[in-house]
């Protein structure tokens, strides 16, 4: 039975920092895709961030320049570093993962459904 379970959120100030972490209890951990999607109240989940099994990180537009997405396989782990945070970044923010392999092109990486574990969901508040 996989797990994820995400660390690292809280209550930030405007133009602050956080670091959050993901623990999966995989085997083979460096063989699947990971993804961070947020979701704020009374909105749909949103695709945020993913790192490919092979290292190929994305971002999404709304995040791009500020949160960087990593891994460290040793340690079954992958980050989401978050920079000059705005209030509207406040949402629960997930972890997923997925062992699809896509050899075409499209933003597969982007889409919900396409993951198979997600984390319970940890909170993240921008607010002065």
């Known amino acids: 039975q996989v797990q994820l379970v995400e660390s690292g959120g809280g209550l930030v100030q405007p133009g602050g920092s956080l670091r959050l972490s993901c623990a999966a209890s995989a085997r083979s951990f460096n063989t699947y895709t990971m993804g961070w999607f947020r979701q704020a109240p009374e909105k749909e989940r949103d695709f945020v961030a993913a790192?490919?099994?092979?290292?190929?990180?994305y971002h999404s537009d709304s995040v791009k320049g500020r949160f960087t997405i990593d891994r460290d396989n040793a340690k079954n782990t992958v980050y989401l570093q978050m920079n000059s945070l705005k209030p509207e970044d406040t949402a629960v923010y997930y972890c997923a993962m997925t062992s699809m392999r896509v050899l075409s092109g499209g933003k597969w990486y982007e889409i919900r459904s396409n993951y198979e574990y997600w984390g319970q969901g940890t909170q993240v508040t921008v607010s002065s």
């Open positions: 790192i490919i099994w092979n290292g190929n990180t």
